[in-house]
């Protein structure tokens, strides 16, 4: 649900308003009460509820299980393998 900014031509009051894509605009202003409340023009903001969306999307921090932010592990041969150093012969 987009987040729309309001700001009043009367009391010059900027106000931000949680509203549905469909919904009709505001036109009373919540501090002086007047109708002279204006839609601003500017980047709609959401707000993601519900389920289908990543895990890690609202965790901040280290909480993040992101493949970018781990950091690698050094690798450990396993066991009856052999690595260069150890399958050259002595001379």
Known sequence: MPIYEYQCQSCGHEHEALQKLG???LLI???CTKPE???KI???GF???GTG???TDFKSGN??????????TPSTPKAGS???ASSKKEQ
């Not at 909480?63 to 690698?72: E, F, H, L, R, Y």
């Open 23 to 25: 919904a009709d605009p």
């Open 42 to 44: 500017s980047a709609a």
């Open 63 to 72: 909480k993040k299980n992101v493949a970018g932010d781990v950091s690698p």
């Open 37 to 39: 409340l204006m839609k």
């Open 82 to 84: 052999s690595t260069p």
């Open 47 to 49: 707000r993601l509820k």
């Open 29 to 31: 202003c919540p501090a």
């Open 53 to 55: 969306w990543y895990e």
